[in-house]
């Protein structure tokens, strides 16, 4: 089994950054596809940027030119690098992993992690 844990939300000034790691532990090696999803009280959960096992990205209309998404495999870590950063980004961030164990898929969340971001 996976295990997912977020960390590196906090309260940052619109224009600053934040990046947010996402550790992985357990059955690392069948991880397909690693998310960063976002959802605040008023809206459903929306999809920030992946990255694959083959290094493979996708970034949100609202995302892209300002997030990074990048993976360490030596520390089975999936980081969001946030630049430019502006209030409609204020959310709670959650770590998602999709793949196999074994012949099993697994779809595997974080609890979150807080961002926000002042005006």
């Known amino acids: 089994q996976v295990q997912l844990v977020e960390s590196g939300g906090g309260l940052v000034q619109a224009g600053g950054s934040l990046r947010l790691s996402c550790a992985a532990s357990?059955?690392?090696?069948?991880?397909?596809?690693t998310g960063w999803y976002r959802q605040d009280p008023q809206n459903e959960r929306e999809l920030v940027a992946t990255i694959t096992s083959e290094e493979n990205t996708y970034y949100a209309d609202s995302v892209r030119g300002r997030f990074a998404i990048a993976r360490d495999n030596a520390k089975n870590t999936v980081y969001l690098q946030m630049n430019s950063l502006k209030a409609e980004d204020t959310s709670v961030y959650f770590c998602n992993a999709v793949g196999l164990d074994g012949i099993t898929v697994f779809d595997i969340w974080g609890q979150g992690t807080q961002v926000t971001v002042s005006s």
């Open positions: 357990g059955a690392t090696i069948g991880i397909k596809t």
